[in-house]
């Protein structure tokens, strides 16, 4: 069925179009003209592509890890959805490799059952990490890697996992190729990798870091870490959480100055819309104070915002012109995990799935 909307504004990905005419057949943009309401079945003041958000642990219901199963899958995707993300990677951290096929299992039936979803496949967070930087991981279940077994997950894994953050320093040279062979994106994170390590690792060929500034060497006059080497290579895509407890929002104006279109929006969100106050699973535990996510250690266990209010600190915080604010949480993202030919972007052949929001940059809203 042939539909026409009506936008005041259109972020494209690349530019802003004024008063245009979307028209849409079959799931698919099919033209883009300048025109007025009148002749359109639907009317709103801004419209950018699907926002897509790589790092996502929880829905208003399940915690993924916890709960690897198609319920956790379609928690997440209708809770975000609801909160103006359209796309989605839902993040399955350090667990039992049993877990993690688990979720990759769940991943596969949910998209078997609703082929147009916006489950863009899985990130997996580990269990490949450093105990240094571990952040609220559980200890026990990280581990080394091994060959065969990298080679058992990247085979059940296909199709699935789009995203796997490993600490590099913990790979040989031969382990980090056998994942750049494979169809999926590798970043660093949760590493204590040196300036020299993490600069070997993105010259072999890992062009992300997860989480900017968190659970990652830092930045030192004398020892500039991941982060300098993220910030010294600007072919490396760095996302970062923009809630103000993360990092800093100075710090973040910092990165924006380094990083520029490398640098994207991330929730990170433990659980969406605040719903969920504490939260336990094995060791690991969480609780919601002060719009925090805290362990009983004292140590962040997950990010509270959804992309809508990262697109709003990046603009009132951060500084950031709102056509680049979009870009950060639409083309961007796309981009850093290959998938910019499928989502991202408003043109003809693109999916006809769309965030809406209002000039207040409060309230977001996914269209079909």
């Keep these: 069925m042939k539909e026409i909307i009506f936008a005041a504004k259109v972020y494209t990905g690349t530019s802003i179009l004024e008063n245009q005419l979307i028209s849409t057949e079959h799931g698919k943009i099919i033209s883009i003209t300048p025109g007025t309401?009148?002749?359109?079945?639907?009317?709103?003041?801004?419209?950018?592509?699907?926002?897509?958000?790589?790092?996502?642990?929880?829905?208003?219901?399940?915690?993924?890890?916890?709960?690897?199963?198609?319920?956790?899958?379609?928690?997440?995707?209708?809770?975000?959805?609801?909160?103006?993300?359209?796309?989605?990677?839902?993040?399955?951290?350090?667990?039992?490799?049993?877990?993690?096929?688990?979720?990759?299992?769940?991943?596969?039936?949910?998209?078997?059952?609703?082929?147009?979803?916006?489950?863009?496949?899985?990130?997996?967070?580990?269990?490949?990490?450093?105990?240094?930087?571990?952040?609220?991981?559980?200890?026990?279940?990280?581990?080394?890697?091994?060959?065969?077994?990298?080679?058992?997950?990247?085979?059940?894994?296909?199709?699935?996992?789009?995203?796997?953050?490993?600490?590099?320093?913990?790979?040989?040279?031969?382990?980090?190729?056998?994942?750049?062979?494979?169809?999926?994106?590798?970043?660093?994170?949760?590493?204590?990798?040196?300036?020299?390590?993490?600069?070997?690792a993105f010259k072999q060929g890992i062009k992300l870091v997860t989480h900017l500034y968190n659970?990652?060497?830092?930045?030192?006059?004398?020892?500039?870490?991941?982060?300098?080497?993220?910030?010294?290579?600007?072919?490396v895509y760095a996302p970062i959480i923009l809630d103000g407890f993360h990092c800093d929002f100075a710090a973040a104006r910092i990165a924006y100055k380094i990083k520029r279109e490398k640098l994207f929006l991330i929730s990170d969100a433990l659980f969406t819309a605040r719903k969920i106050k504490s939260f336990q699973w094995e060791s690991f535990d969480a609780t919601l104070k002060n719009d925090q996510y805290m362990n009983s250690e004292g140590n962040l266990s997950g990010a509270a915002i959804s992309l809508g209010e990262a697109i709003y600190n990046a603009v009132h915080e951060v500084g950031i012109p709102l056509q680049e604010a979009i870009e950060m949480a639409t083309i961007r993202p796309a981009k850093a995990i290959g998938l910019q030919n499928k989502v991202g972007q408003i043109a003809i052949g693109y999916p006809a799935v769309f965030t809406v929001f209002d000039n207040a940059l409060k309230t977001f809203e996914v269209i079909l």
Excluded: W
């Design 37 to 200: 309401a009148v002749s359109a079945s639907k009317s709103v003041t801004n419209l950018a592509a699907g926002f897509v958000d790589t790092h996502i642990n929880g829905g208003d219901q399940f915690h993924f890890t916890q709960n690897a199963a198609r319920a956790g899958v379609e928690d997440i995707d209708r809770s975000c959805a609801a909160l103006g993300t359209a796309y989605t990677l839902p993040s399955l951290i350090t667990s039992p490799m049993q877990n993690i096929f688990k979720g990759i299992d769940a991943i596969r039936e949910y998209n078997q059952h609703n082929p147009h979803s916006g489950v863009l496949g899985m990130h997996l967070e580990g269990p490949y990490l450093n105990p240094v930087k571990r952040g609220a991981h559980i200890l026990a279940h990280i581990k080394r890697p091994v060959t065969a077994e990298l080679k058992e997950l990247i085979s059940y894994g296909k199709g699935v996992i789009k995203l796997l953050t490993i600490a590099p320093e913990m790979f040989s040279p031969d382990q980090i190729e056998l994942l750049l062979d494979s169809e999926i994106t590798i970043s660093a994170g949760h590493s204590n990798a040196t300036y020299e390590e993490a600069s070997t």
């Design 215 to 235: 659970a990652m060497s830092p930045l030192q006059h004398r020892s500039p870490g991941l982060v300098g080497a993220a910030f010294d290579h600007p072919e």
